[in-house]
């Protein structure tokens, strides 16, 4: 070169030098610095990497002649490196601020290179390549990379021009760049000052979440996200604000306001309110079954929960007031997209704070009035309905009432009957609507309202269950599977919106169904209206049962009328008649009383007791002792005829009959089971029995038995109680029965008690069975002498009725082996 060119240069040099040094533009300083190193030494392509110190890395900051429209070439250039990463030389020429040249014709020298920027110099098609470090202040802060398509034939005189050049710029790019860097702050600053101005411009929650989420949505890191606050009680998080992606869009109406429990997901949440929590494919395992559906339910890649705390390094968890869930369905969450949410936070705290007590001091003060007025309303309603004796004169005001006061457009009411939800009305308040009315009531015609089968729809499903059913907006639920009866209703509601379903109740359970419908908009009722028209619906059902109650004293009243005359001269032959019936039925006692042992017969080392209480004068339990032909045994006989009065006595009569003719059968247990069946069948008139016999031997102590049907001997042996069981069908009914006979040895100190099912099935007023307390008595009293044991039975059985008149009879047996 000479001394021409070399002045020529150096004056390009001198003024490139002046023009960078007045530049405030980082990509125009880099676009000078890039064309005089191409012009002046040759170069067909020049990359700049500049060192972030935040992160240690080179990240690739312009790269100016490579045609990066092809992926393998775009990927090669467009590369952040670690400042710790040893297989880039690009990081090793930043790190040892040392200049690196490459031939890369020569096969040594591709050798030597590390095989990230083998691979690099290769997808680019690299002659020559020479990485020079930008030193400021004895800081390398970037590299350059001069690149080459041709053979440059760099030497070391060229090379050490290209380091001055760079060392002599350096100074201008460092200052751009900082520049820039406060000029990006400021930017920020003022941005976050702006922010801060709206966000305290806003007190409405969903305005302020509004905005929130434009901020996150800025980040373009996320396909979707909630914000959820704590409801004041923190014990369900609310869900204030959703977004998400177009494929589950539809999903946002039905999710908004949504109350999650803390007790479905609590891992998740409290370890959120302590620090962000990320979750992808490889750790979702370890959350309970909500979170992993929700995951698997979106189609979530990544998620992480943010707490809604004021300060994220002392994270308070009384402080917190809800969280933020943020997923993506493919991309990597970066930590600064976290990082960037947090500062949200930190910002919208405070009016988030304010905005939650300002909406619940609002919601108050409206429910206060709203309640206050619908309340007058309602003792309004009460007090005319009570008037009222015409049922549809009761549905049709009550609904009028109820649309006009909680802004229903439609109404229909369903009641009871016959085990079905019969269409008894419909109401509208709009005219306008009058011809989905008339299509409902047609097709109710066809329809025939419910069956009393869950499956059948969702009105008998509410009913059954005694539960309301509340669907703030039913349109993004239309598609969902549901009984082809509720389908047709809301296709001939045409717009449903707003669908309530709610019992209508007498005495706390279900007597009808009310469906109340918008047709327009959603109506968003609260709680507390929600029990205003549990109450009122409660009311109602009083008021039907009222009607209804009036309607058949009326009609009821005339046929009393007419019968009076009659009852009267009827009256004086029913005396007589009642006279002679109850001489009768005197003298049907004594015989019967006859029947009954009044004597126990004596048996070695053996007490007997027993209790008997028919139901009427004369009843149908029967019991008797059989002797054996030797005097160390005895047969015990107990019996229950169904049915009471004088066809059960009757039938113990012709049981008696039945048992003192049964000669050697008596012997065997079995066998005069057998007998007695053979002897009554066809001769009860459809009644049957029920019958247990047993032989007791004293000497052997050895107790053999067989039953028909009959309620299971108690055996009380020291403190436990043990059923008599054995297998045999009802006496009377079927002719060729055979029974299972049992033997049991019995011990000194057993006792047995025989008993009919008039002792078991005495209910109290609660309908309580004495069945459930008669073990728990016998094992009080098991110590007891037996004629003790079955006062005692006897007394708590008057104790658990509260009552001296049974609804059958009773009988009990015992006998205590002494």
Known sequence: MNFSDSYE??????????????????????????????SRWNFDAIGIQLVDEEKQKLVSYRYYGFDDSKNDIKEAVHQDVSLQDEDSISAVVAKTKKTRYSDCTIVEHLENMRPKDRETVKALGIKENLIVPILFDNFAIGVFHCSSYNKLNLDKEKIAAIEDFVSSVAGSLQMVRKKEELEKIRLEHEETIQLVKKINSVIEISELFDLLGKEIEKTGCFDGYFISILDPEKQNLITEKITMSQKFKNMEKVLIKKKTPLETSPEVFFQSLLKSVVLDQSSISKYNENTKRMFALWECRYGVYIPFIQDFQTNSVQDALGLIFLYTHENQIPDSAIQKIRKLIELFYKQTKNSIFYTLLKEKEKEILTAAEKNRKILSIAETINNLTSLSQIYRTILKEVLSLFGFDYAMVFMEKNNRLDFVMNYIIHPKHQHIAENVIQYQKEAKGYLMDAHDGACPSGYLRNIYFYFDDVQPILHLPMSQKDKDILKLMETPRTLLLIPIRKDGKPIGSVHLYTLEKPLGLKENDLTVL???????????????????????????????????????????????????????????????????????????????????NIGGDFFDFIKGEQEKSLGIFISDVSGHGVPAALITSMLKSVLDSAGEKMLEPHELLSYVNRRLVGQTSGNF??????????????????????????????DSIIPLKSKGKILGIMDDL?????????????????????????????????????????????????????????????KFREDYHFEDDVCMVGMEIV
Do not use: C, W
């Open 9 to 38: 240069h150096l004056l390009e040099e001198k003024e490139l030098i002046k023009k960078i040094s007045f530049s405030d533009n980082l990509d125009s300083l880099l676009g000078d610095i890039t064309d005089f190193l191409k």
């Open 738 to 798: 055979s029974f299972e006979e049992k033997e049991i040895q019995l011990e000194k100190g057993d006792k047995i008690l025989f008993y009919t099912d008039g002792l078991t099935e005495a209910t109290n007023i609660s309908g309580d069975e004495f069945e459930d307390v008669l073990p728990d008595i016998l094992v009080k009293n098991h110590r007891s002498p037996i004629t003790s044991l079955i006062e005692s039975v006897y007394h708590e059985l008057l």
């Open 689 to 718: 029995l029920t019958a247990f016999y047993g032989i007791y031997d004293s000497e052997s102590k050895l107790f053999k038995y067989s039953r028909a049907s009959h309620n299971y001997p108690f055996l009380l042996r020291e």
């Open 534 to 616: 549990e109450s009122l619906f409660s009311l109602i059902g009083s008021a039907i049962s009222n009607a209804q109650l009036y309607t058949l004293v009326e009609e009821q009243k005339k046929q009393v009328e007419e019968q009076k005359l009659k009852l009267e001269e009827q009256n004086a032959i029913i005396k007589t008649k009642n006279y002679q019936l109850l001489q009768e039925l005197k003298l049907a006692e004594k015989i019967q009383q006859k029947l009954i042992p009044s004597v126990f017969p004596y048996l070695l080392n053996t007490r007997f007791a027993s209790l008997y209480k028919p139901m009427e």
